[in-house]
């Protein structure tokens, strides 16, 4: 699904959406059943993005953040398989253009004021006919199927023997996390009880950490202590 009905359960759903789908199903195929580069990236990628909380009604944000940053794809590569990145990128470039800001009045006529005095690289700095452009793309299938012709037309950078096979991924669920929202103080303790018996915090140093604790965390800090 793509991250406008996600985020917009009440949007109308056309044939843009469809062509964002098609990024995502082989983003999905291709993570669940091929090798990557770095497979301990690749569950948290896929419960995030592919399977976002609801949030009060509406869908998570992650696919619009993923197209814009494109921040996994930056982590990750699909070994042997050049053009597949290529694809996945481009792919995520042009359906970005959906969740960006228009371009205001004023970028508008500072780009039009670049043209008309003939700037040699007005189309490098305008926003405005970079988004118009990526913007015109959707306008039909065209620019989507392009893509993928593109990515396919070369068999020398796909494999030759390529059979899918199902990948298992361990999750490490690692040590628990400091966060700042629900401050815990796990690290304090142990550092505390690895410097020794001799090493004991003084009432009122108990005292504040118990003031600045949410309550939630207070039984379990106290009976960790």
Known sequence: MSANLISNITGLHDYR?????????L???TLMYSKSSDPRMVPVFLSSVFDPQPQEGKGGFTKGDFLQGRMFLKGVSFPGR???HFLFDELARMFAVRYQDAPTETERN???AMRETGHTDWLLHSYAYKYDKQKTSLDSHDATIRLFDTALKDRSQ?????PAEKQIFHVDPGHEQVIKTGWRTT???EQRENQGDEVEAEPNEVDDYQMSMP?????????TR
């Open 187 to 189: 690290l304090f303790v």
């Open 82 to 84: 050049d053009a597949l």
């Open 27 to 29: 983003l999905w195929v």
């Open 158 to 162: 796909w494999p030759r023997n390529d």
């Open 110 to 112: 500072a780009s039009l």
């Open 215 to 223: 309550k939630p965390l207070l039984g379990s800090w106290i009976q």
């Open 17 to 25: 959406d469809d062509l964002e789908s098609s990024l995502y199903t």
